[in-house]
């Protein structure tokens, strides 16, 4: 029993940490970039909508609610990404962290939602013909969040290095982060089999 859990768990830590799905780290990287540690309640509740997006589409899928195209799912993942990194790079400066959560919590739910249909069909192998497939859901999205927090850390204590050894900017670092995953991910968007 304790075995399955850990393999679960530890699943999911892969599955966010595979380097060939790295899309998952740079959603991370730039949800977390505009923040210092000083705002982590803000930054892991804002990681947590976006587990529980990515949960909930899992279980949506998990039990054949929905079921969308695989390569429309696999578009709109990096579009997210370019989203919050464009967002970064025109708010950088300005305060845009601090405002109210609202839309950027349920933007975050809602791209979580999204990046939890690009694992529905491995998920689903996972699975099999489990009987305790909330369970299996939980243990994974458990994995999930600890990998998360690992990213988020690095990214802040990264930002915390670059602001106060090397002396950018709070706006700087945001700018020339955010502008390299946009870098990142505008050839992902492109080379898309949705739009071929």
Known sequence: MLENFWFNVEYGINHVLDINAYDHVLFLI???VPYAFKDWKRVILLVSMFTLGHTLSLILAAYNVVRIDAQLVEFLIPITILIVA???VFTSGKG?????LGVLFFTTLFFGLIHGLGFAREFRMLLGDSDNKLILLLEF???IELSQVIIVFMVLFLGYVGQTIFRFS?????????SIVIGLVIPM???SDYLA
Request: aromatic fraction near 8%.
């Open 86 to 88: 464009v967002y970064n």
């Open 170 to 178: 709070k706006r700087d670092w945001i700018m020339v982060v955010s």
């Open 30 to 32: 730039s949800l977390t």
């Open 141 to 143: 999205a458990l994995g």
């Open 96 to 100: 845009a962290q601090k405002e109210r």
């Open 189 to 191: 968007v492109l080379n």
